[in-house]
């Protein structure tokens, strides 16, 4: 298993010109089907993982009908968002995170930092274009 | 060799929403991710590796996420 990983990532066009964007291909476990890749935005700024709440129905899970939490969106409205977890996969290294299913089914795929940051170095380099995680060792 | 990363998806250049793109070609879209996996072309070909889901914003436009 390579303890380090190089995802070469796509750019943007945008009213700027063209910007490194940090779309990783990621596979989800979806029960019953197996992996399926998704792009996931790496997102720093996020504390966890999020998707939206359908995806649940792939995953297998069913979700409380009560919501855990509310997540603070574009529209400074509360988003309802319930606690999960999901398994990964990233050129063949598998990990799990936990995340937030959000009730809006319009929420991107984001990669949080919650048990990504800490499994992982991770390094932006827009330069090449390409993001560089490393695995931490374990104590 | 373009790597999985650098594939540049055709056909969706105009589109906010979510894509499914199919060895590099968007093969349906939605506003929402629910009316995305529930497209028979898409549920048909969920769990092979070619197939690709993402969330996409219209060339130019600036995309914050908060």
Known sequence: ?139 | MVEKGQVKYKGNEDYVGFIACYKGRTIATSPTFKQLANKQNVRRLLGNKDLVIKHTVPEGMIAVYY
């Open chain 1, 1 to 139: 298993m390579p303890s380090t990983i190089r995802i070469a990532c796509p750019k943007a066009d945008t009213i700027f010109g063209e910007i490194f964007y940090p779309g990783l291909i990621i596979d989800v476990w979806l029960n019953s089907i197996g992996y399926q890749p998704f792009e996931f935005i790496l997102d720093s700024g996020a504390d966890c993982t999020m998707v939206p709440r359908s995806i649940s129905v792939l995953l297998g899970i069913r979700l409380p009908t009560l919501p855990d939490t509310y997540v603070a969106g574009i529209s400074g409205r509360g988003i309802p968002a319930y606690k999960g977890r999901l398994k990964l996969r990233i050129q063949g290294e598998e990990f799990e995170v936990r995340c937030l299913f959000t009730k809006s089914d319009r929420t991107p795929f984001l990669l949080g930092r919650l048990d990504v940051f800490s499994l992982f170095h991770v390094h932006f380099d827009g330069h090449n274009c390409q993001i560089i995680l490393k695995k931490r060792r374990t104590k």
